[in-house]
């Protein structure tokens, strides 16, 4: 999957999406796997209000942050708590809401009470995020021909955040989900691999469900956290304290300024893009340097990797080969 088309992206995503100055960092943000390139996963530590009684029945909502734009990871976040509690705690009392609809102040402060070990939050909720490098998701579905699309990594990403929190023993008996795709479709696919749970996907469950809400902000706060940390590299050469890229998605002015304008002729940019996407790919192409390397096609990987393929005599295409790099063996006929 390219870059979402510009007709798609709506203004105010690009708005929401901007990375902001100041943003707290969340433990969700390792440093030195962000700067490699490398994608990983975060789990906070299960509540001691559950592990008091972990048969408590918990609900778990599941949110994504950063999936269209070419700069920065893609980073899905869950948010789990008491069952009982999920409306009153996370709606009434803290006003968690869909991280569009919180200015970035909001939410980079209910993600820091959220990390706090004093708050009600820390002490009754656990949480967890998978951060997808821009590498990594390039690099998927580049070798895969575009097969390993955004929705499969999606997928994937969200099953794995889900299994390892049930590894950890919590009840968890209701699931939402924000939607990538038909909700249906989704759904059913998440139902064959957790039969035992009750799961709800839908659209704008962001805004739905109070526990999907949250994990939204976890999601959008790791997330700019991760820009922060990724645009400091260039900071410092730069001596620039503002981040020029913007929000990071194709149709915005700032990010195809800040790609062109940063673009290695041969190498192109850093950890931080997805070569993928098709605003990346065409500047190489018309902007890159002007030599194109080709690589062969590979032969049969299992035949190059034989041990006897080492050996003269081990095979008769390999004794042929060898005795016409010589020359042709002369035989009886000639004479």
């Known amino acids: 999957m390219d870059d979402l088309p510009d007709s798609q992206v709506d203004s105010q995503d690009i708005a929401d999406d901007a990375p902001v100055g100041n943003v707290f960092r969340p433990p969700s943000i390792h440093r030195d796997s962000i700067l490699a390139g490398e994608s990983y996963s975060h789990l906070s530590t299960v509540p001691a209000a559950l592990r008091a009684d972990m048969s408590t029945a918990c609900v778990l909502g599941v949110d994504e942050a950063g999936r269209g734009p070419v700069l920065g990871p893609m980073v899905y976040a869950l948010y789990y708590l008491p069952l009982p509690m999920h409306r009153l705690l996370l709606a009434e009392t803290h006003h968690f809401d869909d991280s569009k609809a919180l200015t970035p102040a909001v939410r980079s402060e209910l993600m820091e009470k959220v990390c706090s070990p004093q708050t009600d939050l820390f002490q009754h909720c656990g949480w967890a995020t998978r951060s997808m490098s821009a590498r990594d998701i390039s690099a998927a579905q580049l070798k895969a021909n575009g097969a390993y699309n955004l929705n499969a990594q999606a997928m994937d990403a969200t099953v794995d ?43 704008k469950a962001d805004s739905l469900y109070p526990c999907v809400s949250a994990a939204s902000v976890c999601a959008k706060v790791t997330r700019d956290a991760s820009l922060d940390v990724l645009y400091s590299t260039y900071a410092e050469i730069a001596d620039c304290g503002e981040m020029a890229w913007g929000s990071g998605y194709p149709s915005d002015g700032r990010c195809t300024t800040w790609l062109k304008g940063n673009m290695h002729p ?26 194109r390397i080709e690589w062969p096609e590979a032969e049969d990987a299992t035949d190059n990797l034989k041990l006897t ?12 080969e060898m005795v016409s ?10 004479f």
């Open 161 to 203: 955040l889900i299994q390892q929190v049930l590894d950890l023993g919590v009840n968890v008996c209701e699931v939402y989900i924000d939607t990538i795709g038909p909700p249906a479709t989704y759904q059913k696919r998440l139902e064959r691999i957790f039969p035992s749970l009750s799961i709800t996907v839908a659209k």
């Open 266 to 291: 041969l190498f192109g940019w850093g950890h931080e893009c997805r070569f993928s996407w098709g605003t990346a790919k065409e500047m190489l192409e018309t902007k890159g340097a002007p030599c």
């Open 325 to 334: 790099w010589f020359g042709k063996r002369v035989t009886a006929e000639v």
């Open 309 to 320: 393929g080492f050996f003269l005599g081990a095979e008769e295409e390999k004794e042929d």
